[in-house]
């Protein structure tokens, strides 16, 4: 069992880190005051190849494998939730069009994708449903060639920049998840608009919203998972999803337990730098060991997808561990600093606002705790 990095990947971390550090950490606290999407930061990541980093060199990706490509998330993640967030979306609808799409599709897309030239994005969540994917009430109905769309998606990352839209709907609602299908739509076909814009306590810039569906015509061409199929499909994204968020959330606690070192090192009290109280001490340790155990925990998820294993155990387990280590650090980290923690002056404050949402997305802790259970149990 080998721990350490191989030379490409550790190449990958180090470009992703340079990046990160020159250009995206500068803009992390502006990008959240501003809640604006960093269009140019995404398309500088096209540019440099980190959108694409895991598709197919014939769609212009490095073919990178995922464990490369969660290290380069936890990178992104020290500095900016929000741009780590919109890479991995990249990833998450690359495999998508790999796994369900004709060649037709991945022809018409993944190019652009990769090249940071169209934002993609998965519509599933819906004012009533979240984590219960077979509980959709947007509706499919064949109509001539094709299908007709109604109903409403919220709290959809990227909805308001998005060029096209994978489409979580039940052609029949008495079917269950055997209804379920998925079609890809573009922005701009008749009956697609976006609708309220989401003001989220963190992980700010990703123009997060509603996708409304009326009486949305699309073609059969268009189908990208049949009725039956659709559900498996959609819930197969989930468990490389945890893996990238499970990533994120070690990124955003170990830039937080670099807040509080730093903060603990210049800060004194009674005479004395934070740094030499033992009570002090014993929080850095406690953050440390449950970044290290998060990062193994979501390495070891990525490393065994590879090797084309089912990962939905670990998965589960690496974005539970890691969501719940990213929300204790960046709590205690803020406790360190004291009432200065709580001043958007200091970045400790963005951090734990941007912690909190990783228990909730791709299946919330409670979520979680389920899939690993019933794996366990059968």
Excluded at 200 to 212: F, K, Y
Aim: glycine share 10%; aromatic share 6%; net charge neutral.
């Amino acid at each position: 069992m080998h721990f350490d990095l191989t030379a490409d990947q550790r190449l990958a971390q180090e470009m992703a880190r340079a990046f990160a550090e020159k250009e995206i950490k500068p803009r992390a606290a502006e990008i959240d005051r501003t809640d604006e999407f960093p269009r140019d930061l995404y398309q500088r990541m096209g540019d440099l190849g980190l959108l694409g980093m895991t598709a197919p060199p014939e769609y212009g990706g490095a073919g990178a494998d995922t464990l490369t490509w969660a290290v380069v998330q936890e990178e992104l993640a020290r500095a900016s939730a929000a741009v780590a967030d919109s890479q991995l979306l990249v990833k998450l609808m690359t495999d998508m069009l790999l796994h369900n799409g004709s060649e037709a599709q991945r022809q018409a897309y993944l190019p652009a994708l990769v090249r940071g030239e169209k934002i993609c994005v998965i519509a599933q969540t819906e004012p009533g449903t979240g984590s219960d994917v077979a509980g959709v009430q947007t509706s499919a109905r064949p109509a001539g060639d094709g299908w007709v769309l109604n109903g409403t998606k919220r709290f959809i990352t990227a909805a308001h920049v998005c060029d096209v839209a994978v489409v979580v709907a039940t052609t029949d609602q008495q079917r269950g998840r055997e209804g379920i299908a998925l079609f890809l739509v573009e922005f701009g076909t008749p009956g697609f608009s976006r609708g309220a814009r989401e003001h989220l306590m963190g992980v700010r810039g990703l123009a997060t919203g509603e996708l409304i569906f009326e009486d949305c015509r699309v073609p059969a061409s268009r189908l990208l998972a049949a009725p039956g199929d659709g559900f498996k499909r959609a819930m197969a994204s989930l468990d490389t999803g945890r893996i990238g968020m499970g990533a994120e959330a070690v990124g955003i606690a170990q830039a937080a337990m670099g807040e509080a070192i730093g903060y603990a090192r210049q800060r004194s009290a009674f005479g004395q730098p934070l740094a030499a109280f033992q009570a002090i001490q014993f929080m850095i340790a406690d953050m440390s060991a449950s970044i290290e155990a998060a990062r193994l925990l979501v390495r070891k998820a990525a490393f065994l997808k590879d090797q084309g294993r089912s990962v939905t155990r670990e998965a589960a387990e690496a974005k539970l561990f890691a969501s719940e280590t990213a929300a204790r650090v960046t709590t205690d980290a803020l406790q360190v600093h004291g009432a200065y923690g709580y001043s958007k002056e200091f970045t400790i404050e963005r951090l734990y606002r941007d912690a909190r949402v990783y228990q909730i997305w791709e299946g919330t802790s409670q979520i979680q705790r389920s899939v690993i259970s019933r794996r366990l149990l059968g």
